[in-house]
């Protein structure tokens, strides 16, 4: 649980008076009774929703699943607009799950999806690696030392294709994805610290990407990291909680603790890191709009002649005996 977060029995909730508080937002002075806490942070999805313009009636969604606390509470808190009173019957919404094919990690991941989707009746697709490129994730990086690229580049790279696939097979409008508020700020900031102030223009939590064939939306922008764990915890879903073993963060988790004590000595300075950082993402994005081509190789949509995943794939194929035979 992130340094901001204060639990335990405080006194009454300053939203129904009724019950005892269970946890203080520190940003905005509210101290509310779980049940409280969990409406909020529904209503507060709900906002950024309707602020955005992410889902629209009739729309079909795709929610990407990882079986992590985040998209297993985007995907709850989704189900829960749809169905709950007042939702006007949104639409309906399907799990987008990738298996990576890490041994020994993804499968608890995809049972706690599996087990959420059983339980609020959503279709679940699932495409692996395997399927969809000829070799896993372990396959891929068995030569790996993370000298040239990091795992969760290159592994970056073949997800958000992926991703794509699961999108199209579920003949979806939109992929929503479980990006918080931590997740956005990070993200600025890692671009800013490398020089890449192109890629600030691409934040924005409800775009169309030019990589990428669907509208891709980010319900979860306006809620920290913190909240989403609580709301998770709080509504006993079961999640993984181990790590990628591939997952390397480096200057990431740096700026991550960074925040993370801004916020301490600060509350409310992510928030408004948050909305510099979309005031300055909307005024860039009309400025760096990529040009949209498809690539020579797999036809795909790409920002060059060719695309990130038949770039990697020729990695792949360099440095095992996998990949070549998808040129
Ligand atoms: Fe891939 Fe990195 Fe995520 Fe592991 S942590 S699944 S390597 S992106
Ligand atoms: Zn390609």
Known sequence: MGATLTAGFLGDCSRCGERP?????RYSGESLCAACFQETTVEKVKRTISKYGMLRRGDRVGVAVSGGK????LLKI???LNAGPGSNGRGELVALTVDEGVEGYRDEAI?????????LGVELVLVSYSDLFGFSLDQALDWKDDRELSSCSMCGVFRRRAIDEAAVRAKVDVVATAHNLDDYVQTFMMNLLHGDVERLGWLDPSTYDDDFPVRRVKPLTEVYEEEVALYAYLSKIPFQSASCPYMH??????????????????PGMKNTLLKSSLSLTAKLKEATSKERMTCSRCGNISSSKICGVCRMKDIVAEHT???AGNR
Not at 111 to 119: D, P, V, Y
């Open 21 to 25: 508080s269970y946890y203080t937002r």
């Open 70 to 73: 985040d998209s297993l509470s």
């Open 78 to 80: 989704l189900h829960r």
């Open 111 to 119: 049972e706690h999806t599996r087990a959420l989707c059983e339980e």
């Open 249 to 266: 963060e480096g200057l990431r988790s740096e700026v991550r603790d960074y925040l993370n004590e801004l916020e301490s000595k600060h």
């Open 321 to 323: 005996s996998f990949g």
